[in-house]
């Protein structure tokens, strides 16, 4: 009930919404970040790791359109089966909201973009062979919109290396984080979402 919640939150229209859901969700994965490293335990022991069959909407659509608002709700999109954990159900949904839908743009977008890396964050190491589906996911968009992949994987590079960026979830890595991300939702969206 209270992961249904924080996904519709996520997925919410509503700025300040989406933030606070993006605030809860950085603080579940950083806790169990923290969890795996101390030794806290197997993946499988963690209900937030527990992964299950989900049928989720591709990013990569007949006839190479990504430009629909709700790309779940196209009748063109590819329907996939993935197995995903609650955390990697929420690492979609962000990842989703950051490159394919509308954005308000402005203060407003810049605040999620900074939310969304503190979440991230933890949550690419803890869901690293679902960051790693979603990346290569990206890439087959960006190459049905034109053959642009190549600016993807440049852009993924740059975000988990970038600046420094190592594996710890502290101040100063947080800061590195949300300067790549937000230089890697400024590349990847123009290509993605160019008509």
């Known amino acids: 009930m209270i992961l249904s919640t924080l996904e519709f939150g996520l997925d919410n229209d509503d700025e300040n919404v989406c933030r606070e859901s993006l605030i809860a969700l950085g603080a579940l994965a950083a806790a169990e970040l923290r969890k795996q490293k101390s030794g806290g335990g197997s993946p499988t022991d963690s209900p937030l790791l527990v992964q299950t069959t989900q049928t989720v909407a591709s990013f990569i659509v007949e006839g190479g359109s990504t430009s629909a608002d709700n790309i779940n709700d196209r009748p063109n999109a590819l329907m996939v089966q993935l197995p995903l954990s609650p955390l990697g159900k929420c690492l979609r949904i962000v990842w989703k909201r950051l490159l394919f839908v509308d954005a308000s743009g402005g203060e407003k977008n810049s605040a999620i973009v900074d939310e969304a890396a503190d979440a991230l964050l933890p949550l690419l190491q803890i869901e690293n062979?679902?960051?790693?589906?979603?990346?290569e996911?990206?890439?087959?968009?960006?190459?049905?919109?034109?053959?642009?992949?190549?600016?993807?994987?440049?852009?993924?590079?740059?975000?988990?290396?970038?600046?420094?960026?190592?594996?710890?979830?502290?101040r100063m890595n947080k800061r590195r984080f949300r300067r790549n991300l937000g230089e890697f939702v400024e590349r990847v969206r123009a290509v993605v979402r160019s008509n």
């Open 129 to 135: 062979a679902c960051f790693m589906s979603l990346g």
């Open 137 to 170: 996911e990206t890439f087959e968009a960006a190459e049905k919109k034109g053959g642009r992949g190549v600016v993807v994987r440049e852009a993924l590079g740059q975000l988990t290396t970038a600046r420094g960026l190592n594996a710890e979830v502290d």
